[in-house]
């Protein structure tokens, strides 16, 4: 009998409010689709929730520098922390990172 196939990309968890969070063991970082002013790739972070299921959270350039000290096979929790201005008067999402 063959084993089943499973995705190694997981549903992507959206922070849509204050407070909103994922917490699990962090498994793969890797590059996304959107290519910054600078030239840089965005990153994906694919966390396993406590249910066995893959989220996947999209970087921003925040949570990517919060990130950073996460290595892989940690325990993450990342908490949305609404919207701040930024120096050069954007909007962003702000985050704060716990690690076990």
């Known amino acids: 009998m063959a084993e089943e196939w499973h995705s ?6 959206r ?26 790739k965005s990153k994906v972070f694919d966390i396993k929730v406590p249910s ?11 949570l990517e520098r919060m990130m950073g000290a996460v290595k892989i096979g940690q325990l993450v929790k990342v908490v949305s922390r ?5 120096r ?3 909007n962003a999402k702000q985050f704060e990172v716990f690690t076990k």
């Open 8 to 13: 190694t990309q997981g549903e992507v968890f």
């Open 88 to 90: 050069t008067g954007r």
């Open 15 to 40: 922070f849509e409010k204050d407070g909103d969070s994922i917490e699990g063991q962090l498994v793969q970082i890797r590059d996304g689709n959107y290519f910054r002013p600078d030239g840089s």
């Open 82 to 86: 609404g919207v701040v201005k930024t």
């Open 52 to 62: 066995g299921q893959t989220k996947t959270i999209f970087g921003t350039m925040i």
